[in-house]
Antibody, heavy 118, light 107 residues
Framework: EVQLLESGGGLILPGGSLRLSCAAS????????MSWVRQAPGKGLEWVSI???????YYADSVKGRFTISRDNSKNALYLQMNSLRAEDTAVYYC????????????WGQGTLVTVSS | ETVMTQSPATLSVSPGERATLSCRAS??????LAWYQQKPGQAPRVLMS???TRATDIPARFSGSGSGTEFTLTISSLQSEDFAVYYC?????????FGQGTKVEIK
């Protein structure tokens, strides 16, 4: 059974930094396309970032230059370093993985809430 | 970016009835379209990829159709567990984008 478990969310001041983690089991992070997808309160889904199995990384324009996706194959974990946080980054952040080398996601974590507020 | 537009925003349906959800893309996405179901407080769950291929363990009452810019998700006979929000997502053009969702509620 595939499980993705996010952690690291919380309340943070505007301009602050936060690092999200996603621990995977039953699914190899390093062999698959892994993404972060977020959902602002009461809103729809927004793709944030992706790391390909080969290593390249890409970002939504809204977070480019502020967020960094990475992984640790030895820990089978995915990360999202978030800097210069803004109120509009407030959302539940989901870790998501795809079985095929594509940009849709078969597996999702339960999400971790990030609240950016003073 | 490719804008995905779903209609209606809310669909009121009685249990046992058919529900038809629409998704339109601002440019062709071929058949590279996925559908997700999301219940309150839960993560999305993939229902369909390739516009019409059901994901593992998805019941046959869910079917998808369409290609290019027009897509449909049909739930043939709504069960109580199907009341949720449904999102379409294209993965043909960069960046991947979602529709705003259709809420299927009990009539």
């Amino acid at each position: 059974e595939v499980q993705l478990l996010e952690s690291g969310g919380g309340l943070i001041l505007p301009g602050g930094s936060l690092r999200l983690s996603c621990a995977a089991s039953g699914f190899t992070v390093g062999n698959n396309y892994m993404s972060w997808v977020r959902q602002a309160p009461g809103k729809g889904l927004e793709w944030v970032s992706i790391i390909y199995s080969g290593g390249p990384t890409y970002y939504a324009d809204s977070v480019k230059g502020r967020f960094t996706i990475s992984r640790d194959n030895s820990k089978n974990a995915l990360y999202l370093q978030m800097n210069s946080l803004r109120a509009e980054d407030t959302a539940v952040y989901y870790c998501a993985g795809g079985k095929s080398s594509s940009w849709y996601w078969d597996y999702w974590g339960q999400g971790t809430l990030v609240t950016v507020s003073s | 970016e490719t804008v995905m537009t779903q209609s209606p925003a809310t669909l009121s349906v009685s249990p046992g009835e058919r529900a038809t959800l629409s998704c339109r893309a601002s440019q062709s996405v071929s058949s590279n379209l996925a559908w997700y179901q999301q219940k309150p407080g839960q993560a999305p769950r993939v229902l369909m990829s390739g516009a019409s291929t059901r994901a593992t363990d998805i019941p046959a009452r869910f079917s998808g159709s369409g290609s290019g810019t027009e897509f449909t998700l049909t739930i043939s006979s709504l069960q109580s567990e199907d009341f949720a929000v449904y999102y379409c997502q294209q993965y043909n053009n960069w960046p991947p984008t979602f529709g705003q969702g259709t809420k299927v509620e009990i009539k």
